[in-house]
């Protein structure tokens, strides 16, 4: 019986230590399944937090780009406002106030309006004295002018390349910059024109319009420009006052 016992009890020690070498083994797994799910609760409280954060970050986006649209389209609605007002200058040059002739031109470049008239209806030859017959084109150009207070009038004299020198004229430049200033002259002085809206300046032959390899191409080079423009200070602070309306509806 002895025997029988001690074989029992081998038998229950070897089960028993299978069951302890189990049961830390299980203890292992366990432990390391409390640590994962620890890791993986911070995942999600960290991933929560980051969702959070990129909801915040894409809203602000979102509101952000609005604005910069809804500018763009206050942008746009005003250089449309502009356009028009140009358009309208233009039409009223051409059929309005009647300033039908070959040799003047008139169009639209970059949002302002640009009216070119040939040399030989202002000045004679290497002079920059304004002749009479000058005024009547001249006065169509201050009507325009003088019922848009808000514009500015730029008078820019072109010359061809033919050299040029007396006792009055050193250059180009020179008779280019007092052809713009005669002018200037006549539409403040004659024609009522506020000093404020002009701006004479001398181009030279600089800008040509044709090379100068012939007569017919230099006559066309021989010109001047009214540059007729809404002021820029005043157009941007119009588009300013259109934002500002824009923030106040919101």
């Known amino acids: ?30 432990n390391n399944l409390r640590k994962n799910n620890s890791d993986l609760i911070n995942n999600v409280g960290n991933l929560t ?25 206050r942008l746009q609605d ?28 008139i169009n639209v470049e ?33 009507q325009v002018i003088k019922a848009k207070p808000d514009f500015e009038c730029m008078i820019e ?3 061809d390349n033919l050299p040029i020198k007396n006792s009055v004229l050193q250059d180009n430049w020179d008779l280019s910059v007092k052809r713009a200033t005669s002018i200037v002259r006549v539409l403040h002085e004659d024609l009522g024109v506020d000093p404020k809206q002009l701006i004479p300046a001398g181009r030279s032959f600089y800008v040509p319009l044709a090379s100068n390899d012939s007569p017919n191409n230099r006559s066309k080079n021989r010109r001047t420009k009214v540059i007729i423009m809404p002021k ?16 106040e509806q919101k």
Do not use: W
């Open 78 to 105: 005003a250089l449309t406002k502009k356009d028009s007002v140009t358009l309208a200058l233009v039409s009223a040059l051409k059929s309005d106030v009647g300033m039908q002739d070959p040799d003047i031109n």
């Open 1 to 30: 019986k002895n025997k029988e016992i001690q074989d029992l009890l081998n038998t229950c020690t070897v089960k028993l230590n299978t069951c302890l070498a189990e049961r830390n083994q299980l203890d292992n797994e366990v």
């Open 157 to 159: 004299g072109h010359t």
């Open 49 to 73: 937090t980051l969702t959070k954060k990129g909801a915040e970050n894409l809203e602000k986006s979102l509101e952000s780009l609005k604005e910069k649209d809804l500018r763009i389209t």
């Open 110 to 142: 970059k949002g302002v309006i640009m009216i070119s008239i040939a040399d030989n209806l202002l000045f004679k030859s290497g002079s920059y004295q304004v002749s009479e017959g000058a005024k009547q084109v001249l006065n169509k150009v201050a």
């Open 232 to 247: 820029i200070d005043q157009f941007y602070d119009m588009v300013e006052k259109e934002m500002k309306n824009l923030s």
